[in-house]
């Protein structure tokens, strides 16, 4: 028997032969969510080959040259299977020449992406409204070019709106968070638009859909069956979840971005509490030992959303007391310079030091680096000649990027952004009765990075000394940090 698609493949009327074709296509592999396109010509218009995909909203598009192919990854696994058995059948010829057709690795939508179009409707296309006569479709390729590359840009003069497609939902999310905050764009409507990928102009019978997926069809678990070589992503259906959740409960401030978590352990150190925040990198954690106290400030709301709901549904563990967990007060928008420093520069917490002395030790990172702010960890990879200095605040590490280069003694080392480690994906995710975890817990340990020394998730591991847990329950209440 053929698995039954979800209803966003029966309302754009997909015939029957493409469905079951698809599902023989699954069976076949487990590859989720990526279609590879090789034997790209040498000059591939971007725009054109895109033009090639009506099956589904797009979630990244990357691009080889060197290797002459592009990798397609959809937001929904299903789509995707369509479009490998759409471009396996009529074949997609560019310049003259027949593009291969395969399938790409396996791999999780990023959470903060899932949320976001389940919150927000999120896609790759951020429409703009109100546009004043002397702003052209080269004058929006070259203003907003600066949060990614740009697929395409239309303009409906005779409406004053225009729609840039990005290659990636997340280049989206950077322009319609800051472009309001432009003196330029002051004043404009700024939201995000269809992805053209999701419209099929012709589906057999002649009818012309306006085909999208709602985020309530986005769900893996229609194709998790052991038949169907899919595996369950728990991350995209607590993405759903938590959608859920912001839209019913009353309790969630819009945009915020700080989470207050209480009743920490007198002997828990910062290190401690950052090892259990997993979801989206920081821009600051405020640690108030006296009050056994912690404001956790993301750099966008989406994960702070994401980071909540986990940690409520969940529990977040240290020392084997369970944590209160709560909003703190809105800090408002994302601070421009901190948004232009992690859209150019992968700005993080986290400092990267390379090509290190034997004879630099921790704590001379540490007491050296301590002059820009506090530090929440410092960790030497010997073997790798490399260290890296959390700092508490995402500002304490560009102010240390920035100045530390300028001492004689540091010119020689490479100085860069590494890898925030709370930016890792949750741990202890439990949904719909199926558990990978049962709570996030803090770790007694310390991982001492992977074979990327830039990337480091230190702390990243999972053990309990088995005593029982103090449960206290979060109270619910929105905690002002003043």
Same mark, same amino acid.
């Given at each position: 028997?053929?698995?039954?698609f979800?209803?966003?493949?029966?309302g754009?009327?997909f015939?029957?032969?493409?469905q079951?074709?698809a599902?023989?296509?699954?069976?076949?592999n487990?590859?989720?969510?990526?279609?590879?396109?090789g034997?790209?010509?040498?000059?591939?218009d971007?725009?054109?080959?895109?033009n090639?995909?009506r099956?589904?909203? =797009?979630?990244?598009? &990357?691009?080889l !040259?060197?290797?002459?192919?592009? $990798?397609? @990854?959809?937001?929904?696994?299903?789509a #995707?299977?369509?479009?490998?058995?759409d471009a396996?059948t009529?074949?997609?010829?560019?310049n003259?020449q027949?593009l291969?057709?395969?399938?790409?690795?396996?791999?999780?939508?990023?959470i903060?992406?899932?949320?976001?179009?389940?919150?927000?409707?999120?896609s790759r296309?951020?429409?703009?409204?109100?546009?004043?006569e002397?702003?052209?479709?080269s004058t929006?390729?070259?203003?907003?070019?600066?949060?990614?590359?740009?697929?395409? =840009?239309?303009?409906v &003069?005779e409406? !004053?709106?225009?729609?840039?497609? $990005?290659? @990636?939902?997340?280049n989206?999310?950077k #322009?319609?968070?800051?472009?309001?905050?432009?003196?330029?764009?002051?004043?404009?409507?700024?939201?995000?638009g269809k992805?053209?990928c999701?419209?099929?102009?012709?589906?057999?019978n002649?009818?012309?859909?306006?085909?999208?997926f709602?985020?309530?069809?986005?769900?893996?678990?229609?194709?998790?069956?052991?038949?169907?070589g899919?595996?369950?992503?728990?991350?995209?259906?607590?993405?759903?979840?938590?959608?859920?959740?912001?839209d019913?409960g009353?309790?969630?401030?819009?945009?915020?971005?700080?989470?207050?978590?209480?009743?920490?352990?007198?002997?828990?150190?910062?290190?401690e509490?950052?090892?259990?925040i997993?979801?989206?990198?920081?821009?600051?954690i405020?640690y108030?030992?006296?009050?056994h106290?912690?404001?956790?400030t993301?750099?966008?709301?989406?994960?702070?959303?994401?980071?909540?709901?986990?940690?409520?549904?969940?529990?977040?563990?240290?020392?084997?007391?369970?944590?209160?967990v709560?909003w703190g007060?809105?800090?408002?928008?994302?601070?421009?310079h901190?948004?232009?420093?992690?859209?150019?520069?992968?700005?993080?917490?986290n400092?990267?030091?390379?090509q290190?002395?034997?004879?630099?030790?921790?704590?001379?990172l540490?007491q050296?680096?301590?002059?820009?702010g506090?530090?929440?960890l410092?960790?030497?990879l010997k073997?790798?000649?490399?260290g890296?200095?959390?700092?508490?605040?995402?500002m304490?590490?560009?102010?240390?990027?920035?100045?530390?280069?300028m001492?004689?003694?540091?010119?020689?080392?490479?100085?860069n952004?590494?890898?925030?480690?709370?930016?890792?994906?949750?741990?202890?995710?439990?949904?719909?009765?199926?558990?990978?975890?049962?709570?996030?817990?803090?770790?007694?340990g310390?991982?001492?990075?992977?074979?990327?020394?830039?990337?480091l998730?230190?702390?990243?591991?999972?053990?309990?000394?088995?005593?029982?847990?103090?449960?206290?329950?979060?109270?619910g209440?929105?905690?002002?940090?003043?």
């Amino acid at each position: 028997m053929v698995p039954q698609f979800t209803s966003a493949f029966s309302g754009a009327q997909f015939p029957s032969s493409y469905q079951q074709a698809a599902v023989s296509s699954a069976t076949a592999n487990a590859t989720g969510r990526t279609v590879y396109l090789g034997n790209l010509p040498t000059e591939v218009d971007i725009e054109e080959m895109m033009n090639q995909i009506r099956v589904g909203p =797009v979630e990244s598009v &990357r691009i080889l !040259n060197d290797k002459s192919c592009a $990798f397609i @990854s959809f937001m929904d696994g299903a789509a #995707a299977m369509l479009f490998y058995q759409d471009a396996s059948t009529r074949k997609i010829v560019l310049n003259g020449q027949e593009l291969k057709v395969g399938w790409g690795k396996p791999s999780p939508v990023p959470i903060t992406v899932q949320v976001a179009v389940n919150a927000q409707n999120a896609s790759r296309n951020v429409y703009l409204g109100n546009l004043d006569e002397s702003i052209t479709e080269s004058t929006l390729r070259e203003d907003l070019s600066k949060y990614g590359t740009i697929e395409n =840009v239309k303009i409906v &003069r005779e409406k !004053n709106i225009g729609f840039v497609h $990005f290659m @990636s939902i997340s280049n989206a999310m950077k #322009a319609v968070q800051m472009l309001p905050t432009e003196p330029k764009y002051a004043g404009k409507k700024v939201n995000y638009g269809k992805d053209r990928c999701a419209q099929r102009s012709s589906v057999g019978n002649g009818v012309t859909p306006q085909y999208a997926f709602p985020a309530s069809s986005l769900n893996f678990q229609s194709f998790g069956s052991a038949a169907m070589g899919f595996g369950f992503d728990p991350y995209h259906s607590a993405s759903i979840a938590a959608s859920s959740h912001i839209d019913n409960g009353s309790e969630l401030p819009a945009g915020n971005r700080t989470v207050y978590l209480g009743n920490i352990h007198p002997d828990t150190t910062c290190e401690e509490i950052c090892n259990v925040i997993r979801g989206g990198i920081l821009q600051q954690i405020r640690y108030m030992p006296e009050k056994h106290i912690a404001f956790v400030t993301f750099i966008d709301s989406s994960s702070a959303n994401s980071f909540m709901y986990i940690a409520q549904q969940t529990g977040v563990v240290i020392k084997n007391r369970r944590l209160k967990v709560g909003w703190g007060k809105n800090p408002g928008p994302l601070p421009g310079h901190i948004q232009l420093a992690v859209s150019t520069q992968s700005a993080s917490r986290n400092v990267y030091v390379g090509q290190l002395d034997d004879n630099i030790t921790e704590e001379k990172l540490r007491q050296d680096f301590s002059e820009y702010g506090d530090i929440e960890l410092v960790n030497i990879l010997k073997e790798k000649s490399c260290g890296f200095v959390n700092f508490t605040s995402i500002m304490s590490a560009i102010k240390a990027i920035d100045q530390i280069k300028m001492k004689d003694e540091y010119k020689k080392y490479r100085i860069n952004y590494g890898k925030d480690r709370c930016g890792n994906p949750p741990r202890g995710i439990t949904i719909g009765g199926i558990s990978n975890g049962s709570v996030m817990k803090a770790s007694k340990g310390r991982n001492n990075g992977e074979s990327d020394a830039r990337v480091l998730h230190a702390g990243d591991t999972s053990e309990s000394d088995g005593r029982n847990i103090d449960s206290i329950e979060d109270d619910g209440v929105e905690v002002d940090d003043e």
